[in-house]
């Protein structure tokens, strides 16, 4: 029996992450922008994908690139206007795709009203909203929790003279989300955008949301090495994952069901067995907890596919499963794996059961790009240089073609462009039937074709060294992927898998239309799906 998630548009369909400083800009300001994202709609549509989220498009001061929000309800300027952002919603639902925002309810920017009203003194009917606590003994931080960009994250207020809580930078205010008003006032938000037509939100580091009501110090980290982050030092117990927050969790989805066919997509780096929470009892939470499992795992086959064991066991009955494969805040697949395994990483993400998100530019096989220390924008490699923590490598402009500034912009862009963009770029590759980019067409296109593949079961096969294998099926058919993580050429005894049919597609893009006789070979670095001919199937 099906679970009734399948037939969700979130569920069977692809999304596509774009963070709108870095996709194309309109206006020629060197940052990308509303305007520039409808103008490029049509390369969307015609890569497939069935959804674009966008990262922060909110007034922001831009301490940490838009996830630092002064006004919930209105566009920064360098994106655009609420004028731009509707013709977006139009224009977005006119060519069939989806829409859907960021949510930032954790923190504010330190020059949201709220948070200058809250600051204002100790009996403001705001001082509430957010997590206020007087002094230690000794005049230092409340505690010492840890701000996740670097230091405490405990920043004292001379007016006041207390301290407030910051999961992030002191200019990113965690609000109380323990005090009911705060909690409306974020609803109330909420439905401002799904009246407009949004199709849902990914909400931002949605399991820090509820703190330790007694502010307990978090325990040391056992595991901590010098050069991990100086937060890592620490287990976060007290201050995320919190078990009050599924309840809020389960109020924001009660606010989605308020509309139709919307959708709740959780941020959420925690082990698999913590985050299928988030799935909410009765799967009244989020619909696609975001599962980053493949961003830090090692890319080795035999620990892939116990991740993906380990990952679908986890799954609550009926919850419906997601994979990520790369995003703004971790180092492009590309890079991560090698410009080959970025191939077999496409096929495993579009071959994978749950919904696929994908990451701006990783399509065209964006690298991470190398950022000099006189170009670095982003707070985080700032406040803690040297460890490789900077996140400005993978937002650098998406390369469209090879004009001055890849076709992003007539002017400098914000970020420098890769190196090579003049090579590798959407023109250079949409005409070579080989690219990357058209192994990512072929793909989705093939997921949407094949009902096993958007929503099949999935049933791993066993394999050894390099070789990961696995089949999708349903009552009508199955499908067989493999793909090989290493170099070296690999082969499948046909017989061992019991399948009959010929390949759909190489990552290779080289072998369509190939019989699988008795044995089935893989290059170094090549994955194959193989089904049922089109014409074999009735
Ligand atoms: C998670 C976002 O993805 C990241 O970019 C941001 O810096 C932090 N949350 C703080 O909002």
Same mark, same amino acid.
């Given at each position: ?305 116990? #991740? ?174 493999? #793909? ?55």
């Amino acid at each position: 029996m099906p679970s009734p998630a399948i037939t969700s548009w979130w569920a069977l369909g692809v999304l596509y992450q774009i963070y709108p400083r870095s996709f194309q800009d309109a206006d020629g300001d060197g940052v990308g922008d509303l305007k520039g994202i409808i103008a490029r709609l049509p390369y969307l549509v015609d890569l497939g994908v069935d959804a674009i989220w966008l990262s922060p498009i909110f007034p922001s001061p831009m301490a940490d690139f838009g996830y630092d929000i002064a006004d919930y309800v209105g566009i920064d300027p360098l994106f655009g206007t609420m004028d731009d952002f509707d013709a977006l919603v139009a224009a977005a639902h006119g060519a069939g795709l989806k829409l859907i925002l960021d949510l930032v309810p954790n923190h504010t920017s330190d020059q949201h009203p709220w948070f200058i009203e809250s600051r204002s003194s100790r009996d403001n009917p705001k001082r509430d909203w957010y997590l206020w606590r007087d002094p230690a003994p000794d005049g230092g931080p409340p505690n010492n929790w840890l701000s996740e960009f670097g230091g405490s994250g405990w920043q004292y207020d001379e007016r006041t003279q207390q301290y407030h809580y910051h999961a992030f930078l002191a200019q990113q205010p965690d609000l109380n989300w323990r005090n009911p008003d705060v909690r409306a006032a974020v609803y109330q938000v909420m439905r401002f955008w799904l009246r407009k037509g949004v199709d849902g939100f990914r909400v931002d580091v949605i399991w820090h949301l509820i703190k330790d009501d007694q502010f307990r110090d978090n325990p040391p980290n056992p595991d901590f090495r010098p050069g991990m982050p100086p937060h890592a030092a620490l287990h976060p117990v007290y201050s995320a994952d919190r078990p009050e927050t599924l309840q809020v969790v389960a109020e924001m989805r009660r606010v989605i069901d308020e509309f139709d066919a919307r959708v709740l997509i959780g941020e959420i780096y925690l082990p698999i067995e913590r985050l299928v929470a988030y799935y909410g009892e009765g799967l009244a939470g989020a619909q696609l907890p975001f599962n980053f499992a493949l961003l830090s795992a090692p890319w080795h086959a035999r620990t892939l596919a116990a #991740l993906i064991e380990r990952y679908e066991a986890a799954l609550p009955p009926g919850a419906w499963p997601n994979w990520v494969l790369g995003n703004h805040d971790r180092p492009r697949v590309a890079s991560r794996v090698g410009p080959a395994q970025a191939r077999v990483a496409a096929m495993l993400l579009l071959t994978l059961r749950g919904t696929p998100t994908m990451y701006y530019g990783d399509e065209i096989g964006m690298q991470q790009v190398p950022i000099a220390p006189d170009q670095v924008r982003d707070p985080f490699e700032k406040n803690v240089p040297g460890i490789g923590v900077g996140r400005d490598g993978c937002r650098t402009p998406m390369q469209w073609d090879a004009t001055e500034h890849a076709g992003f912009s007539s002017a400098e862009p914000w970020l420098p462009l890769a190196a090579d963009s003049a090579q590798e770029n959407v023109a250079n590759l949409n005409p070579d039937a080989q690219s990357i980019l058209n192994l990512y067409r072929a793909l989705i296109a093939l997921r949407k074709r094949l009902p096993q593949l958007a929503h099949g079961d999935y049933a791993p096969l066993a394999a050894d060294g390099d070789l990961l294998l696995y089949r999708r099926h349903d009552a009508e058919g199955s499908v067989l992927i493999a #793909l090989n993580l290493g170099a070296e050429p690999v082969s499948v005894v046909s017989e061992t898998i019991g399948l009959d049919g010929e390949i759909l597609l190489s990552t290779a893009m080289d072998r369509g239309g190939e019989r699988v006789g008795s044995e089935l070979s893989l290059r170094g670095h090549e994955g194959v799906i193989v089904g049922p001919a089109p014409d074999d199937v009735v």
